[in-house]
């Protein structure tokens, strides 16, 4: 069975700063993961994926994790964060031969000037 | 492109009433639709996968004669809360599978259904 688990339910980084939001798998075939975001009372939007290709996925507004196999993993990333990449994040795995997404219980990155 | 819109963004209701929410996915069809549910500050809760031309598949815990969900066409899913009562309010999202892509959900603004 597929499983996803954020670390951290809020992350709070400067602007400027580097955004760090963790997230770990559990599937017993190759995943399809995804990051997805979400502003208040908005539904989803989609960052970026893995559909196992390369395993460093960049995604829209400079957003960019990497696929560990070692780790269980699928990290979101910035280099630089933006007041407006506050928002709730979410990260999913494809549920094996279905189409149905694990969600993540999503992470709340708030950017402080 | 991949575009999903649902209608409305909000409806209010008494209690006892249904409530119609319509999922469409305006710019490619979509055979598969998602339908999730969104309590304040929780991730969202899967409710039925809806496949057009055939019955829903309902997730466990989830009433099929409450939630009725209907995939008429191959760009329009639509969502019945029958007799709604005050904890049948939440914020109600669908996604739509494709724009291209077989493994990629696209998802609507959602709809925040309050009843009173």
């Known amino acids: 069975a597929q499983s996803v688990t954020q670390l951290g339910s809020h992350v709070s980084v400067s602007e400027g700063a580097l955004v760090l939001l963790r997230c770990n798998y559990s599937?017993?075939?190759?995943?399809?993961l995804f990051w997805y975001v979400q502003y208040p009372n908005q539904g989803l939007q989609l960052l970026l994926k893995y559909t196992s290709a390369a395993t460093l996925v960049k995604g829209i507004n400079g957003f960019e994790a990497e696929f560990k196999k070692s780790e269980t993993s699928f990290h979101l990333t910035k280099p630089s964060a933006h007041m407006s990449d506050a928002a709730e994040y979410f990260c999913?795995?494809?549920?094996?031969?279905?189409?149905?997404?694990?969600f993540g219980a999503g992470t709340r990155l708030a950017v402080h000037p | 492109g991949a575009v999903v819109s649902q209608h409305p963004s909000w409806v209010i209701c008494k209690s006892g009433t249904s409530v119609k929410i319509e999922c469409r996915s305006l710019d490619f069809q979509a055979t598969t639709m998602f339908w999730y549910r969104q309590f304040p500050k929780q991730s969202l809760m899967l409710m039925a996968t809806?496949?057009?031309?055939?019955?829903?598949?309902?997730e466990q815990g989830v009433e099929k004669d409450k939630f009725l969900i209907n995939h008429a066409s191959l760009t329009l899913s639509t969502l019945t809360v029958t007799s709604a009562h005050p904890e049948d309010s939440s914020f109600y999202i669908c996604?739509?599978?494709?724009?291209?892509?077989?493994?990629?959900?696209?998802f609507g603004p959602g709809t925040r259904l309050l009843v009173l």
């Open positions: 996604s739509a599978l494709g724009g291209g892509t077989s493994e990629t959900q696209y």
């Open positions: 809806s496949n057009e031309g055939s019955k829903a598949t309902y």
């Open positions: 599937s017993s075939v190759p995943p399809y």
């Open positions: 999913a795995v494809k549920a094996g031969g279905y189409n149905k997404l694990i």
